[in-house]
């Protein structure tokens, strides 16, 4: 049983393209996360969902945009796709209460997006 | 100035070295704190979390200043399997930021 999937695990695409990537939790965790790891590794947050609604928009470009139809699924669609997007995007969720993260963030294997 | 800044490594330690990584965070609302860990390629996954008390699960040790804002991680008897990148994460509810990370490389 995965607990964070996403699809797909690899996606090559040429600039201008538009893509999704999806995302499943089944922890029944509250609140899911699209991070982006970039070829240096660092690891940034761009977006987090509680319940189905956008709690965090870390400043990334509306080429960007995020969907919930559920607290289980969180998917992330990219417009126009430019070379600087190649990266490795992560989804993850975890459990707040009381605006406290109490538990881990189970994340997804990641999605290698190439743009070529 | 970052919000969670780590040193970057790599450290280069034998088998059986004590190794320590610190990292400091800028928000002093934090909440709650974590060591992760990620091999190459892989997802990150928790090491442990971090108290103001210190916590140790086997080899490894965290420690939680929130005067002075610092997180360590502290491991003893590296192995060979301990090589990976070494991730201090802060979260204030519902803002989980990641540190650059600090790689680690353990040799035989």
């Known amino acids: 049983d995965t607990a964070v999937s996403q699809t797909p695990k690899y996606l090559v695409t040429q600039m201008g393209n538009d893509k999704s990537i999806k995302c499943e939790q089944n922890l029944g965790h509250d609140t899911m996360y699209w991070y982006k790891q970039d070829s240096k590794k660092f690891l940034k947050i761009m977006f987090s969902?509680?319940?189905?609604?956008?709690?965090i928009n870390e400043t990334v470009p509306n080429r960007f945009s995020p969907k919930s139809p559920d607290k289980a699924h969180l998917n992330l669609h990219i417009n126009s796709l430019e070379l600087g997007d190649s990266a490795v995007y992560f989804c993850?969720?975890?459990?707040?209460?009381?605006?406290?993260?109490?538990?881990?963030?189970?994340f997804g294997q990641g999605t290698r997006l190439t743009v070529v | 100035r970052k919000e969670v800044e780590q040193d970057p490594g790599p450290f280069n330690v034998p088998e059986g070295a004590t190794v320590a990584f610190n990292c400091t965070y800028s928000?002093?609302?934090?909440?709650?704190f974590f060591w992760y860990r990620q091999d190459c390629r892989k997802e990150p996954k928790l090491l442990m979390s971090v108290y103001s008390s210190g916590n140790e699960d086997g080899r490894f040790t965290a420690q939680l200043n929130r005067a002075s804002q610092y997180i360590s991680l502290l491991i003893r008897d590296s192995k060979l399997s301990d090589s990976a990148t070494y991730l201090c994460v802060v979260n204030k509810g519902f803002k989980t930021i990641f540190g650059a990370g600090t790689r680690l490389f353990v040799k035989a």
């Open positions: 969902y509680n319940n189905k609604e956008l709690i």
């Open positions: 993850a969720s975890s459990q707040v209460s009381g605006a406290v993260m109490n538990t881990e963030a189970f």
């Open positions: 928000n002093s609302a934090s909440q709650s």
